[in-house]
């Protein structure tokens, strides 16, 4: 039982950790989109 509670809190915080960098670079993108800007920062031209 104690495994089962430990296991499921580090997939839990995983988790909160793949969704906050995903989260945060959502919000690049878009700020990216409306500033005109391009996502990693290179030229497209």
Known sequence: MRFLTKRRVVILVVAAV????????????VGNLLLGGTLLGGDFL
């Open 18 to 29: 793949v969704g906050f960098v995903v989260g945060r670079l959502a919000l690049r993108a």
